[in-house]
């Protein structure tokens, strides 16, 4: 039983590799302006600029890509805001749910906007079918297609020449549209409709059970949204139980397809890079790197659940299903396990089961899998952040082999590293000064201030550190316990929200604006590789020393002091 | 200068230590953030132990606990003050040997009127004209206009053996403070009052001139970044800790932050720069800048100057070919005859090969009484006797003794055509002998590679380097010494103008382009080179143009200056990671020190099995402090370069300093601990 669970596992990341590598080289392609398979797209792509009056020969500095970028997002936030708090006088809302309030309103246009999903509300009753439509699936498609657009402006300015133009952004994000996400959605949703996931206009469906009780069921265009959910790294679902709800995540092989559909864009950005920088090794020294954080954090969570929980055990309960409290039985333990921490290493944040209920060594992986944020990551964003990680390993490196760092053939000097410095402080910055001061509010005056903390102790520190950690990951997974609904939590997430998205797309692709200015060195036995397993090594170590050095103690606090109280 | 003084002298240590309190002061503190933030903790922890004398608090633990934790932060700031200094010292005391040549000396100035007058060094100014004599001490920097002397560099070389310098040509400079040995030289001021070689080298070894170098800069963003972090995890402690309800002591606050910010490099850091110019200056390299030092690190081209580098500098005669009818001996008496008064190392070179034949030089001086000597000039190209019997021996370039032979009417035998060539294709240089207008065959002259270059440049490739050999040779020559001596490229029949079209184009190319050069015409190139390293025998304008002076005239100093470069980011690179990884091991020392007492269950962190949270948080301080001590003599000598190529180095870096940076402190905290659990 265990072993066919673990086969399952690998069975699904297998799957997932064996479609990114074609993936990488079919984006490559795209990118490159080259022949590729959904050429017959460009009748519509041309519609949209000729429509939109932009000019894609016209190629961009990284100035004007994240002007492009942040102007496109600015109008996308109005519209969100405006739809979500007058839904309620809106067509297409057959629930008859009514208008957000403010505070709730901006905390989920941010988080949908910023691809993070964090949802303090819940889908049924929170929602009509035009916001599900309009703002949520909507944002889901272009939030995603703008980190993909991003980590293309930064492919192209890594390059071996000179130069200040980095192609045209609403090429990047319009193609990331129609030749990735629209055709890799449609299919994804296929197999979700034929499985028995809702995919309709009609509202509740009233039904007696077997008990004789009546209900009235949530439907909706549900398909159609899970599927760039996943595919996108959003993460927000339909439903408040997100893919734990059996008709959003039906069956085992939905599950899979699911699991699948979000780490594959991820991995395939990976190769791309390497396809389209025609440096292979280079990318398999990224994924390399990746994929053994991913496999160190995967391993003792789908240890530790597989194992049950020990103060269960001493009940007397059997365990040989591993911990179940908070899973679903139709997806068992380690499959719970895995998408966990696939969708916290991946800042998607989608759940199949209920991260609260995990053993404490669990949960502390899936937040090293947000505070690390680099291992595979968000659609493009994550190759972002793996990119300012890779500059401070290149210069220490550097150093350590007697030659000023360069990478790529380009000098990392100050201007670079004060960037890449900035852009990897942010994330602890945000994550420890907004639980910090939400601990002061709860240590001040618990009653006042914190009603919304069920679990006091270190579980409740877990989750107070569990929800900024995902804000600022823009993961928009919860660890639940917390009433997260209140404006404390809706305005301190959503800034942190916004500062956690743009600033480390910002930092990055001015980097890499930056270097593509440089003049390229031609690589010498003297230069650095960055190509090899020593290089691989050293970004690692660097990773885990920024991560682990900054949240230990934080750490130290809430889960390790769980599972030691615990075992 | 060249003296290697052991690190610790007790003369640079006394001043040094002095300079470790004076350093206190904050404002010069503030340049280096990673410290300056130390100090404030140091300052901090002064205020909560004198507050614990008037008004004992148990939160806070005891006056003696806490006056030991200021003790030893205090240590801290000083161990790397100390470093600082002592690295300066070094430096203070070569300039200060320096300082003693620039003594006043009265300088005989030539006014307008052509007397002289006496004007002291201090006071000459550029353009005024001075007279030096045999034993006289040269006031200032100058150009010789009349005359040649051979003069004592020593003062500033360290080289005993006297040079010779003259007026006109590549030799003409004169450094103040050196001594004329013999002759009388009337010379120019070339610097102004203050400005003088010697100044500019005190200035620069003093520090004074010294400035952050661009990769200093980056690496202390960086290192402000690792601090920057480190203040948010402390203060962010503070409310967490209040909601876990475990209250912690602000000595245990300091003591996190000060163990976990970069201390060890950012203490060393600035010893690390002054360290490497002073190596350089060991090596009798003075480098304008300290970036300078950085650059030659990253050189990927090298252009090296045939004559002196790769070849001994002289060709030698390797082979007799006489031509057909001509026996050896014959051959060997006549060319030896020719040769006897030729006072060119080439001249002597056929004397010596000859005698080598067995034909002894002394009874053809005889033969030689009453001879004409033939001189060599540009127009003739060839040189040689006409002896007192009339008979005409010439020997020169094969083209000229060809015209000479057609004019007389004679024959160029077949044979010694072909072989003419052939030497030409090995990279030798033919030189033809003629009696009387009759071709008797031709000398094979060769250059002499010098022995362990090859090595040398195999290193550099290793390295990473390409070495590019210039010679005036011709293309054909050029490249069979280019292949023996294994450089990468060459640029044969060079003019100094193909120099700077090889440096540009190189640069173009991204590549950073290293040159030597000493004459006039090389100061373009120097200029333009990205380290230029000119000849301190060389001309003002090549001295001026190029970025570091080579005190020993020495042409494969370039590679040493190379090797320092490395060195330098290495020590850099080094001691970051060590300083970083050594991170880990206090987190565990003091993380379960801070929650062991409120949270028993976290415990189970002290893998070191610490005796107490005192003992622990005291013994990761005295680590802390201790290491920059210990480590001083790598950051003042340097991490040795080894040219294994990048990937290897980083390996190997990477195995010692970052795995060794994470064990090393978990073995060091634990013994320490062990002794103060003694106290505890």
Redesign the interface.
């Known amino acids: 039983m265990m072993n066919n669970e673990l086969l399952s596992l690998g069975g699904i990341y297998l799957v997932t590799l064996a479609l990114a590598l074609p993936l990488g080289a079919y984006l490559a392609r795209v990118f490159r302006g080259e022949k590729s398979l959904l050429d017959f797209m460009r009748p519509v792509e041309n519609g949209i600029f000729r429509l939109a009056g932009i000019d894609v020969r016209r190629e961009m500095s990284w100035q004007q890509h994240l002007l492009a970028l942040l102007t496109i997002n600015l109008v996308w936030f109005g519209l969100a805001m405006l739809v979500l708090s007058t839904q309620g006088s809106l067509p297409l809302n057959p629930d008859q749910n009514p208008s957000m309030a403010p505070d709730l309103a901006f905390n989920t246009a941010i988080s949908f906007l910023v691809n993070c999903n964090l949802q303090h509300y819940s889908g049924e009753s929170g929602l009509s079918y035009l916001a599900q439509l309009v703002v949520i699936t909507f944002l889901q498609f272009v939030s995603a297609a703008t980190g993909i657009a991003a980590a293309v402006v930064l492919f192209n300015a890594l390059q071996t020449r000179t130069t200040d133009k980095l192609g045209n952004f609403y090429d990047y994000f319009v193609k990331s549209l129609t030749r990735l996400l629209l055709p890799g959605s449609v299919l994804v949703a296929l197999v979700l409709v034929f499985s028995g996931t809702p995919m309709t206009m009609l509202g509740k469906q009233p039904l007696v059970t077997l008990q004789g009780d009546s209900v009235a069921v949530s439907r909706g265009p549900v398909a159609a949204m899970v599927a760039i959910k996943e595919l996108g790294t959003n993460g927000g679902g339909f439903y408040g139980a997100n893919s734990a709800h059996p008709l959003e995540n039906p069956t085992f092989l939905t599950n899979a397809v699911e699991n699948t559909a979000l780490c594959v864009i991820p991995v395939a950005l990976v190769f791309a890079l390497g396809f389209y920088l025609r440096r292979p090794r280079l990318a398999y020294m990224i994924f390399g790197v990746m994929t053994v954080g991913f496999a160190a954090l995967l391993a003792p969570a789908v240890y530790y659940e597989l194992h049950g929980n020990p103060a269960l055990t001493k009940l007397g309960v059997d365990q040989a299903l591993g911990a179940l409290e908070g899973k679903e039985i139709r997806f068992g333990a380690a499959a719970s396990a895995y998408w966990s921490i696939t969708n916290t290493v991946i800042s998607c944040g989608s759940v199949n089961s209920m991260h609260d209920s995990f053993m404490p060594l669990s949960g502390l992986t899936q937040l090293l899998g947000m505070m690390t944020n680099a291992f595979y990551g968000g659609c493009g964003v994550g190759l972002l952040n793996f990119f300012a990680y890779l500059i401070i390993a290149v210069f220490i490196a550097g150093l350590l082999v007697g030659r000023t760092p360069e990478l790529l053939g380009k000098k990392i000097e100050a201007r670079e590293m004060k960037i890449a410095v900035l852009v990897t402080l942010l994330h602890p910055l945000l994550i420890l000064a907004g639980t910090a001061l939400t601990a002061h509010l709860y240590a001040a005056d618990p009653a006042a201030n914190a009603g919304w903390l069920a679990n006091p102790g270190y579980h409740g520190f877990s989750e107070m550190l569990y929800e900024f950690t995902s804000a600022a990951a823009n993961n928009g997974s919860g660890f639940e316990g917390l009433g997260d609904n209140t404006p404390w939590w809706n305005i301190s997430t959503g800034v942190v929200l916004l500062l956690a998205r743009f600033l480390p797309i910002i930092g990055p692709v001015a980097i890499a604006g930056l270097l593509a200015r440089k003049k390229y060195v031609p690589e010498s036995a003297g230069t650095l590789p960055a190509d090899t397993a020593t290089f691989g090594v050293m970004v690692l170590a660097v990773i885990v020393i920024i991560a682990a050095l900054a949240f230990f103690p934080a750490l130290a606090l809430g889960p390790l002091a769980e599972h030691f109280s615990l075992y | 200068m060249s003296t290697k003084t052991s690190l610790f002298q007790p003369a640079l240590v006394a001043p040094a230590v002095r300079q470790a309190f004076v350093k206190l002061d904050p404002r010069l503190m503030f340049r280096n953030p990673v410290m300056f933030t130390v100090e404030v903790g140091t300052a901090v922890m002064l205020v909560v132990t004198l507050g614990l004398l008037f008004r004992p608090d148990p939160a806070q633990g005891s006056f003696g606990y806490n006056l030991t934790v200021f003790v030893v932060l205090l240590l801290t700031l000083l161990f790397a003050n100390f470093a600082e200094a002592l690295a300066e010292a070094r430096g203070k005391a070569q300039a200060e040997s320096l300082r003693k040549t620039r003594e006043e000396t009265p300088a005989r100035v030539l006014d307008a009127d052509g007397r002289q007058v006496s004007v002291s060094s201090s006071a000459l100014q550029k353009g005024q004209i001075f007279l030096v004599e045999a034993g006289e001490i040269i006031p200032t920097d100058g150009e010789i206009i009349e005359g040649l002397a051979t003069i004592d560099e020593s003062a500033i070389t360290g080289e005993s053996a006297p040079v010779i310098r003259e007026a006109g040509g590549d030799k003409s400079s004169v450094t103040g403070g050196t001594r004329v040995l013999t002759d009388r030289i009337k010379v120019v001021v070339s610097t102004a009052p203050g400005e003088s070689f010697l100044d500019k080298m005190i200035a620069l070894v003093e520090g004074a001139a010294r400035q952050k170098t ?2 200093e ?3 202390t ?2 290192l ?2 690792f601090t ?3 203040v ?2 402390c ?10 309800r ?1 209250p912690i002591a602000i000595s245990a606050f300091i003591a996190l932050f000060v163990c ?1 910010i970069p201390t060890t490099i950012g203490g060393l850091l600035s010893a690390i720069g002054i360290a490497g110019m002073d190596r350089a200056l060991r090596a009798n390299v003075i480098t304008k800048s300290g970036k300078a030092v ?1 650059t030659a ?2 050189i ?1 081209v090298l252009l090296l100057d045939k004559t002196g580098t790769i070849t001994i500098g002289n060709r030698r005669a390797t082979r007799f070919w006489p031509a057909p009818g001509v026996s050896e001996r014959q051959f060997a008496e006549l060319a030896a005859l020719a040769s006897l008064t030729d006072e060119t190392p080439e001249g002597r070179s056929i004397v010596e090969l000859a005698r080598s034949l067995a034909v002894a030089p002394e009874p053809l001086h005889q033969r030689l009484a009453g001879a004409e000597l033939i001189k060599f000039t540009a127009e003739t190209r060839s040189s040689g006797v006409t002896l007192p019997d009339g008979t005409r021996l010439r020997k020169g370039a094969s083209d000229a003794i060809r015209q000479l032979a057609a004019r007389a009417n004679e024959p160029f035998p077949q044979p010694t055509s072909e072989q003419v060539d052939a030497i030409a294709g090995n990279g030798g240089t033919p030189l033809v002998l003629s009696q009387n207008e009759r071709v008797l065959g031709v000398v094979e002259l060769q250059d002499v590679i010098k022995p362990g270059i090859q090595e040398r440049f195999e290193r550099l ?6 070495t590019v050999m210039v010679t005036g040779d011709n293309p054909l020559t050029a490249r069979y010494i280019a292949e023996q001596a294994g450089v990468d490229d060459f640029i044969a029949e060079a003019r100094p103008e193909d120099k700077m079209t090889y440096i540009r184009r190189e640069q173009q ?4 382009v290293a040159m030597m050069g000493d004459g006039t015409n090389d100061a373009p190139a120097l200029a333009q080179a990205d380290v230029g390293v000119a000849m301190n025998s060389g001309t003002q304008a090549a001295k001026e143009a190029g970025n570091m002076v080579d005190l020993d005239n020495d042409p494969t100093k370039l590679i040493e200056v190379v090797e320092i ?6 020590t ?3 001691l ?2 060590f300083s ?2 050594n ?2 091991a206090k ?1 565990f020392a003091i ?1 379960p020190a ?2 062991m007492v409120a ?1 028993p ?5 002290n893998v070191m099995g610490l005796k107490s949270p005192q003992s622990a948080i005291l013994s990761a301080v005295i680590f802390n402090a201790l290491i920059i001590p210990l480590l001083v003599p790598l950051a003042l000598r340097g991490v040795t ?1 080894q040219p294994l ?3 290897a ?3 190997r ?2 195995l010692i ?2 795995l060794g940076g994470v064990i090393v402190p978990f073995l060091g905290i634990k013994l320490i601990d062990l002794v103060v659990g003694l106290f505890l």
């Open positions: 661009p990769n800069i980056a690496l963003i960086l402000a970044g920057l972090v480190f948010l995890v203060v962010t402690l503070a409310p967490f800790a209040d909601y876990a475990t976990l950085e690190g990253d990927d490739r290793r390295m990473g380097i390409k190319q991204g590549r950073l470069g490395k060195q330098l980011l290495m850099r690179g080094t970051t990671t970083i990884a991170d880990v987190y993380v801070l929650f949270i269950a976290l415990g189970a962190l370069y190529g990048a990937s180095l980083l390996r870096n990477l300093y970052g």
